[in-house]
């Protein structure tokens, strides 16, 4: 499981709605101050991302929890949004180029693969329920 720390933001009967910062592993590299990736993190900022999940528990506005996803479903949504739109560019294109046998139908074919392989992700990861667990932090 791959757990964070999140603020409640609001919430109403069945849906709690969560803020969580946006972590980076900057924070653990030894080479920050010499990596782009670094620098531009200082510049850019915080970054939070907001997170709805189911009410299990009654909770109040700034309380703190933690949120738990599996690893298996976000390494399954990394596979989808990455790897699948880019095979069926090549998809697209390689039929288009047996199909028409020019260039740009051969680029319109790869671009059109692209966008149903983002449309059919999306329908896709839509309709799939993933299992956030949620864990309301005990204050001390």
């Not at 757990?3 to 920050?32: F, G, M, N």
């Not at 709805?52 to 390494?75: R, T, Y």
Request: aromatic share 8%; proline share 3%; hydrophobic share 45%.
């Amino acid at each position: 499981m791959i757990e964070q720390k999140a603020t409640v933001i609001r919430s109403d009967d069945s849906t709690i709605w969560l803020q969580a910062e946006r972590q980076s592993t900057c924070d653990k590299c030894q080479v920050k101050k010499g990596c782009g990736t670094g620098l531009l993190s200082e510049h850019v900022g915080r970054r939070f991302s907001t997170i709805a999940v189911p009410k299990q528990a009654p909770v109040q506005d700034g309380q703190q929890m933690n949120v738990s996803i599996p690893e298996e479903a976000l390494l399954h949504g990394a596979f989808m949004m990455y790897l699948l739109p880019i095979l069926f560019m090549f998809a697209g294109a390689i039929t288009s180029r047996f199909l028409f046998a020019g260039e740009f139908l051969e680029i319109i074919g790869g671009i059109a693969g692209l966008m149903i392989g983002f449309y059919w992700v999306r329908k896709r990861l839509k309709n799939q329920k993933i299992v956030i667990e949620t864990q309301i932090i005990e204050e001390k």
